[in-house]
């Protein structure tokens, strides 16, 4: 599920998968702003087929705490 994640970040944001691994910061790294937030949420969303509350994203800082959250809510 790792390298799929990875995967779906790099395609929605447009950048390179080298640039991201489990420990890559989604805002300190990336530069992530609001709105690229909100489009990888909705990217999860549909894959997955879950809801990620709004409270919940703020959590959401790396991607292994995003891979965590999603094997969580995704059976």
């Known amino acids: ?3 799929e994640i990875i995967s779906l ?3 929605t944001l447009e950048i390179s998968k080298e640039r991201i691994n489990e420990n890559t910061n989604l805002i ?3 530069k992530l702003e ?3 937030i909100v489009d990888l949420v909705a990217a999860f969303e549909k894959k997955y087929k ?3 509350l ?3 994203i703020k959590e959401l800082q ?3 705490d995003i891979i965590k959250y999603i094997e ?3 059976v």
């Open 28 to 30: 300190s790294d990336l």
């Open 62 to 64: 790396t991607v292994k």
């Open 50 to 52: 879950i809801e990620i």
């Open 54 to 56: 709004d409270k919940d």
């Open 9 to 11: 970040i790099a395609q």
């Open 72 to 74: 969580e809510k995704h």
């Open 1 to 3: 599920m790792k390298e």
């Open 34 to 36: 609001s709105l690229d």
